[in-house]
Nanobody, 124 residues
């Protein structure tokens, strides 16, 4: 069982930066691929970024956030981060952290554990 708790959301202006954090429970955090998804009002939950298990030697991003968002992990702190810069109004939504055992990809259905989400609102 892995418990995930997101934090760091808030209301910002277009062009601002924000860093989200996701703290995980358990002693096997390094064996989980981690990802961020987001859900805008009235839309399905969509992939944002993912990072490989272990030292995080692999990452993948949605085209809409490439070059603006960076995912990283700190296994000593059992935490995964999403650094978001040059934020746009279309980045608004609830951001969810997710974990998958020895797996990472954009496929939502492959993730076994989810956090409760943190709201990000970007105003123009």
């Amino acid at each position: 069982q892995v418990l995930l708790v997101e934090s760091g959301g808030g209301s910002v202006q277009s062009g601002d930066s924000l860093r989200l954090s996701c703290a995980a429970s358990g002693r096997t955090f390094s064996s989980y691929g981690m990802a961020w998804f987001r859900q805008a009002p009235g839309k399905e939950r969509a992939f944002v970024a993912a990072i490989k298990w272990g030292t995080g030697g692999g990452t993948t991003y949605a085209d809409s956030v490439k070059g603006r968002f960076t995912i990283s992990r700190d296994n000593a702190e059992n935490t995964v981060y999403l650094q978001m810069s040059s934020l746009k109004p279309e980045d608004t939504g609830v951001y969810y952290c997710a974990a998958a055992w020895l797996y990472y990809s954009p496929l939502r259905q492959r993730y076994d554990y989810w956090g409760q989400g943190t709201q990000v609102t970007v105003s123009s």
